[in-house]
């Protein structure tokens, strides 16, 4: 804003003034508030799960998980220093329970993900139901539902969390509980959530065998399950020049998100694929769970291998390219987005 010297002197004494009373004007900070496009804090960053493996297991020889409540290493954008967050709306952790463990039971305002690295047969613990869980399965602890989780293998197992805790933080509203006892009661059999709700159909709402909440009665979505359907799709649909073969993990209760804030996805992108440039305004989290490539982010550049993340950031360009046939599961805050009415995107 170009003033004249006399102009602008008195203006300054007017803000002195003005100061005390707690006012501020908004000519001087419109162009910083309302912006002509995203301008993120966070930046383009990869982690190699390897190196943050390390120190977790170094961690899990100085604190147990009951210690800590959650044994978590927090996946902090290099651009967002000291506000755990990947992006400014979600954060991401990686977790290690040992064998014999227990990370003990509470609920909270926050909805989270689970998302399978290593290891296979601890659970989760949700509401009363165990699931097991296996690599790279997806399992959700929704927003105020107990949860807990145990390690009853012999082998170590980490997975990756993926909360809305800054989203929560935000608007102030964050609750929690813990329970008294270390672990919830089972009251019913493993697998049952997935028998009544995961094929499609639902018990009729409102019948004994309705025990689910009604906005989200699905919280397990297995390996198993999910990456033959990407090979099935694979097979016979066109490809997307911006996606490649994209799958998106579905409420049965209403067809959208998996949870209110967050969305979440898989993507398989044939060996020698590469995608045309595409951005948008979520904020998003990747894990490679498959294959060998390259993800160019912004002007960032990173070479890709199995169970590393990477972030994108929001209206950062992404473009991937397929070494061999590439696996990538990612979360964000689509779904929060589109709530909203916010959520946009642009392809070259």
């Given amino acids: 804003m170009e003033l004249a010297n006399d102009q602008r002197s008195q203006l300054e004494a007017l803000y002195r003034e003005m100061e005390p009373a707690n006012l501020r004007p908004l000519w001087e900070s419109l162009a910083e508030l309302v912006l002509p496009e995203p301008k993120s804090p966070a930046v383009p960053h990869l982690w190699s799960f390897d190196a943050v493996r390390d120190y977790l297991m170094r961690a899990g020889d100085l604190i147990s998980a009951e210690q800590a409540e959650r044994r978590v290493l927090i996946l902090e954008n290099p651009g967002l220093d000291g506000l755990s967050s990947i992006v400014p709306s979600l954060y991401a952790g990686l977790q290690l329970i040992l064998p014999g463990e227990i990370a003990p039971s509470h609920r909270h305002a926050q909805c989270a993900l689970r998302f399978v690295m290593e290891g296979d047969g601890a659970f989760t613990a949700v509401d009363g139901e165990k699931v097991i869980m296996r690599p790279f399965d997806l399992v959700l602890t929704p927003g ?130 590469e995608t045309k440039p595409r951005r948008s305004t979520d904020g998003a989290v990747f894990v490679v769970v498959e294959g060998t490539g390259r993800a160019q982010v912004g002007d960032r550049d990173y070479a890709l291998k199995p169970r590393d993340l990477f972030v994108v950031p929001s209206w950062k360009e992404l473009r991937l390219q397929a070494e061999s046939d590439l696996v990538l599961f990612a979360y964000s805050d689509k779904a929060a987005q589109e709530k909203l009415n916010l959520y946009r995107e642009e392809c070259a």
Avoid: C
């Fill in 144 to 273: 105020w539902q107990w949860h807990d989780h145990g390690n009853d293998s012999g082998k170590p197992m980490i997975w990756l969390d993926g909360l809305d805790i800054p989203t929560v933080r935000h608007f102030d509203a964050s609750f929690a509980e813990r329970l008294d006892e270390k672990a919830q009661p089972v009251t019913v059999p493993t697998g049952d959530t997935r028998a009544r709700y995961g094929h499609n159909m639902r018990p009729i709402r409102g019948s004994a065998a309705d025990r689910r909440p009604a906005h989200q009665p699905l919280f397990h979505y297995p390996y198993s399950d999910w990456r033959p359907a990407l090979d099935t799709m694979a097979a016979s649909a066109q490809i997307d020049p911006h996606l490649g073969h994209a799958l998106e993990f579905l409420n049965p209760a209403d067809g959208g998100s998996v949870m209110p804030t967050i969305s979440a996805h898989v993507r398989l992108l044939p060996a020698g694929f």
